[in-house]
């Protein structure tokens, strides 16, 4: 058992924690080196969490310029390097091409029903495409914009459907009705909740998108999470099809897992990720960004974060990585 005192498992696979014990079944990656990074020379938009603020952070300098442009675009969340525009929506939300995001908002003075906007970049033309139930913009991919049914009153949602821009139409996802889902990526659907708890549960699943099965594909076997609001498993982001996970503890300690296959995952080097988990990641060409509990940018390449910058400080709140680096 490891420091934390947990004991991850898996499907059919017992794992005894790998922070100063043995281990069965899992190998704990060595550290990144300063040669990973070494040949980094790019700038990595980041922002406030509020959307406020944002600008560039020169990678390897560390050195931050606010851009005066994310203020006149309502705010923002991710910059569209494409179009060299800051959006005020998640990345996630955001078109892989760039050319368009989906965004939720309140069909006011009706709370129960939300509408799916979809907005052209280029133009800023902003359209309602869907305004019956409550649902709301998981991600924006090729195939369609991914929502899930938000519970009135919470922070939880539950099911999974598919909106086509152009038709309006909503194929469901029958299997994943019970579960939160929380991110698109790598072929699938994947849930810190597949059991419908609004805090959270012990296991991730993935809902395969092609087929609509859903399979656990990791799993915490105690404690329960920590307390109401934490998700002990959350998703960090995605190298390739492989998913990396966080396992939380509390605000200074998270295990840090790559996901291979169902019931089979690499321990990685410890990360203290703070009190946004997870933090919001992108992944591009380099590796995978985020911005650590230290206010650090850090960069997954070559099996571990390392992390390879400095980031600026924030009077409250704290920075996301914003897009990509170039």
């Given at each position: 058992?490891?420091?934390?005192?947990?004991?991850?498992s898996?499907?059919?696979i017992?794992?005894?924690?790998?922070?100063?014990?043995?281990?069965?079944?899992a190998?704990?990656s060595?550290?990144?080196?300063?040669?990973?990074?070494?040949?980094?020379?790019?700038?990595l938009?980041i922002?406030?969490?509020?959307?406020?603020?944002?600008?560039?952070?020169?990678?390897?300098?560390?050195?931050?310029?606010?851009?005066?442009?994310?203020?006149?675009?309502?705010?923002?969340?991710?910059y569209?390097?494409p179009?060299?525009?800051?959006?005020?929506?998640?990345?996630a939300?955001?078109?892989?091409?760039?050319s368009?995001?989906?965004?939720?908002?309140?069909a006011s003075?009706?709370?129960?029903?939300?509408?799916?906007?979809?907005?052209?970049?280029?133009?800023?033309t902003?359209r309602?495409?869907y305004?019956?139930?409550?649902?709301?913009?998981?991600?924006?991919q090729?195939?369609?914009i991914?929502?899930?049914?938000?519970?009135?009153?919470?922070?939880a949602?539950?099911?999974l459907?598919l909106?086509?821009?152009?038709?309006g139409?909503?194929?469901?996802?029958?299997?994943?009705?019970?579960a939160?889902?929380?991110?698109?990526?790598?072929?699938?659907?994947?849930?810190?909740?597949?059991?419908?708890?609004?805090?959270?549960?012990?296991?991730?699943?993935r809902?395969?998108?092609?087929?609509?099965?859903?399979?656990?594909?990791?799993?915490v076997?105690?404690p329960?999470?920590?307390?109401p609001g934490?998700?002990t498993?959350?998703?960090?982001?995605?190298?390739?099809?492989?998913p990396?996970?966080?396992?939380?503890?509390?605000?200074?300690?998270s295990e840090?897992?790559?996901?291979?296959?169902?019931?089979?995952?690499t321990?990685?080097?410890?990360?203290?990720?703070?009190?946004?988990?997870p933090?919001?990641?992108?992944a591009?060409?380099?590796?995978?960004?985020?911005?650590a509990?230290?206010?650090?940018?850090?960069?997954?390449?070559n099996?571990?974060f390392?992390?390879?910058?400095?980031?600026?400080a924030?009077?409250?709140?704290?920075?996301?990585?914003?897009g990509?680096?170039?």
């Open positions: 058992m490891n420091k934390t005192g947990l004991i991850v898996f499907v059919a017992a794992l005894a924690g790998c922070g100063g014990g043995s281990t069965a079944g190998t704990l060595p550290p990144a080196t300063a040669t990973a990074t070494a040949a980094l020379n790019c700038r938009p922002s406030t969490d509020s959307g406020h603020q944002a600008g560039f952070l020169s990678i390897p300098s560390g050195t931050y310029a606010v851009d005066p442009s994310a203020a006149s675009s309502s705010g923002g969340l991710s569209d390097r179009y060299h525009r800051w959006l005020p929506v998640s990345w939300q955001v078109l892989p091409d760039g368009a995001y989906a965004y939720t908002r309140e003075p009706t709370q129960s029903r939300n509408e799916i906007h979809l907005v052209d970049v280029a133009t800023g902003d309602v495409i305004n019956q139930g409550s649902y709301h913009v998981l991600a924006y090729p195939d369609g991914y929502l899930d049914n938000h519970l009135n009153g919470t922070d949602a539950n099911g459907w909106l086509n821009p152009t038709s139409s909503l194929k469901a996802y029958p299997s994943g009705r019970q939160t889902w929380g991110w698109i990526g790598a072929g699938g659907a994947w849930s810190y909740s597949p059991d419908g708890n609004r805090f959270g549960s012990n296991s991730l699943a809902l395969d998108l092609s087929t609509g099965a859903v399979e656990t594909w990791f799993q076997a105690s329960p999470p920590p307390e934490s998700k498993i959350r998703l960090l982001g995605f190298e390739g099809s492989h990396l996970v966080q396992v939380y503890v509390d605000d200074h300690t840090i897992w790559r996901l291979i296959a169902a019931g089979q995952a321990r990685l080097p410890d990360l203290a990720l703070g009190p946004l988990s933090p919001s990641s992108v591009d060409s380099h590796g995978t960004w985020l911005i509990g230290d206010g650090g940018a850090y960069l997954y390449a099996g571990a390392a992390k390879v910058a400095s980031g600026p924030v009077a409250s709140g704290w920075y996301i990585a914003s990509t680096c170039a």
